[in-house]
């Protein structure tokens, strides 16, 4: 059996062209088992594309006069509601130790093949403000093959952990892509940074930092996530790798690598074992310190709790300056909690972090970080709540530090994480 023709109705706004190539495939069958997988995964796709509220096909005998008796032959109809092309959302959001209240407008199906445009600003507790534009499109109407432009402009203020605030503008262009590996996303980023408005009481090494900086980079995301969920995993495991290269214009040339790791098991009883660990390592190709905007931090109720946030690691006075490498790991035991056992987004939290963040020096040699970084590392456990929102994971954890280097700042006592990555 073959497919004649194939009739779309209500797509007053999705273009012929686009429609062509999800459907293309449908020809391609040969009985009547192809047509129906085909024409169900062509279903299916498009309702990936997130344009369409309803999608209904139906096959039926022939419509051409001349093929009635055509028992080979058959006819597919498909009605499609199309959704609304404009969005428009305000509200506030909490997550990764921010606050920050927004505004967003969404138009999907822009020019007719899916493509989505997005335009948002925020301001915040961290981020002082955040504008956005980004411009969205699937590739060969592909849903797993993504093209992507962004604008944007952000203020941030740093004050809570260093001296400093920092403005951030640039453009990025990106494109992703699913394999069976999981999640791909290549990049092209372009960031003109400034370090500003230090505080009276800045360090000197905060000081030496202010002033502008270019940075152009070339930027590789791997994602592997087989969890059930990624706020509370009861089973599964996760893998994240960002690769960075920068060096391709402006007054910044490094190598940026970070990797992350998580597992997660369970039983019957409602009883969850986690264990996650991450690293980082920023190398200078130009013989210069690294700059403050693109070191790592360390340590918060998110990350190595027990520790004021981004409180790991060099530091001078009240200022954290982050560093050059880091290692931390996480292993948290989750059970039910006494009078509330029958719901599973409450869990008692028992917890055992560690962590390290070391700088850099130019020309140091890979086996002197090695040491650095394994020599006395920052150990903290505890125990608390844990409560999973369906936007966010909440925790309330009271924490006790084990081991500390004598830059850390230590925040020995209860602490409050909302977010939605924790160590």
């Excluded at 059996?1 to 797509?11: A, E, L, P």
């Excluded at 530091?315 to 490498?325: H, N, V």
């Amino acid at each position: 059996m073959k497919v004649q023709k194939i009739t779309v109705r209500g797509t007053a706004k999705t273009r012929e062209s686009f429609m062509h190539r999800i459907l293309q495939p449908v020809f391609e069958a040969r009985s009547l088992h192809e047509v129906m997988g085909l024409s169900r995964q062509a279903a299916r796709r498009m309702e990936r594309f997130g344009i369409f509220d309803d999608i209904k096909v139906q096959l039926d005998s022939p419509s051409d006069p001349w093929l009635h008796d055509r028992k080979d032959r058959v006819d597919l109809g498909i009605w499609v509601k199309e959704g609304s092309r404009f969005q428009i959302r305000t509200g506030t959001e909490a997550g990764n130790a921010e606050a920050s209240m927004y505004g967003a407008m969404t138009v999907k199906n822009l020019f007719g093949g899916a493509e989505t445009l997005n335009t948002s600003m925020a301001f915040g507790t961290r981020t002082s403000s955040a504008f956005q534009f980004a411009l969205a499109t699937p590739i060969l109407a592909d849903p797993d093959k993504n093209l992507s432009f962004n604008l944007f402009s952000q203020s941030r203020n740093n004050t809570q952990w260093s001296s400093y605030e920092e403005d951030l503008r640039g453009g990025s262009l990106k494109y992703s892509t699913l394999s069976p590996l999981g999640y791909h996303e290549f990049a092209y980023e372009g960031h003109w940074r400034e370090v500003c408005r230090p505080s009276e009481k800045a360090s000197l090494s905060i000081r030496e930092q202010c002033g502008h900086s270019l940075k152009s980079a070339l930027t590789h995301m791997w994602i592997h996530d087989m969890r059930d969920e990624p706020l509370m995993p009861s089973t599964g495991h996760f893998v994240r790798v960002i690769q960075e290269y920068a060096g391709l214009g402006g007054d910044v040339n490094h190598l940026r690598q970070e990797v992350e790791a998580q597992i997660a098991r369970s039983n019957d009883a409602g009883y969850i074992v986690s264990a996650t660990v991450k690293s980082g390592y920023l190398h200078s190709l130009n013989g210069k310190k690294s700059k403050i905007s693109d070191r790592f931090f360390l340590g918060g109720p998110m990350s190595v709790r027990g520790f004021k946030s981004n409180g790991l690691g060099p530091r001078e006075g009240e200022d954290s300056l982050g560093g050059d490498a880091y290692m931390s790991a996480g292993l948290s035991l989750l059970t039910p909690f006494p009078g509330l056992a029958s719901r599973d987004s409450f869990k008692a939290h028992f917890f055992a972090n560690a962590g390290t963040l070391v700088g850099i020096e130019p020309g140091q040699s890979a086996l002197k970080t090695v040491e650095d970084l394994t020599k006395a590392p920052s150990v903290s456990v505890g125990a608390g709540i844990v409560y999973r929102h369906p936007q966010v994971r909440i925790e309330l954890n009271f924490a006790l530090p084990l081991m500390a280097t004598k830059t850390d700042a230590i925040s020995r006592g209860w602490q409050l994480g909302l977010g939605i990555s924790f160590l």
